[in-house]
Nanobody
C-alpha cells in the first residue's frame, strides 16, 4: 500500500505563509492523483486542492488565489503552498492519494495571532 507522510504544519500568524509536504512511498506516485483535505473541529473533512497525474489542479473557492498545490514526481512528494493564511484555515490537513484510497496521518495548521 501507499504510505503518505505529511509535514510542515505548525502555528502561523494571520497573513503568513506555510508550505506543507506529503512524501509518498512506492514507485507509482507519478500515476496517482493527489489531494489535500482539511478538517476543522466540528466539521467534516473538505477538499482543499487536488492535482492529477497530468498536473491539472483544482482548488476550493475558499483557498483559490492563496494556495498552490504542486508535485515533484522525482521526489514522490506533493506540496501545498499556503499564503495569506486566515484563522479559518486552521485545521488538520491531510494528504490523499488515488482518489482518497490512501491517507496520511495529518498535520496541524493553526493560524492565530
Amino acid at each position: 500500500q501507499v504510505q503518505l507522510v505529511e509535514s510542515g504544519g505548525g502555528l502561523v500568524q494571520p497573513g503568513g505563509s506555510l508550505r506543507l509536504s506529503c512524501a509518498a512511498s512506492g514507485s507509482i506516485f507519478r500515476f496517482l492523483a493527489m489531494a489535500w483535505y482539511r478538517q476543522a473541529p466540528g466539521k467534516q473533512r473538505e477538499l482543499v486542492a487536488s492535482i492529477d497525474y497530468g498536473s491539472n489542479t483544482n482548488y476550493a473557492d475558499s483557498v483559490k488565489g492563496r494556495f498552490t498545490i504542486s508535485r515533484d514526481n522525482a521526489k514522490n512528494t506533493v506540496y501545498l503552498e499556503m499564503n495569506n493564511l486566515k484563522p479559518e484555515d486552521t485545521a488538520v490537513y491531510y494528504c490523499s492519494a488515488n482518489s482518497r484510497t490512501f491517507w496520511g496521518q495529518g498535520t496541524q495548521v493553526t493560524v492565530s495571532s
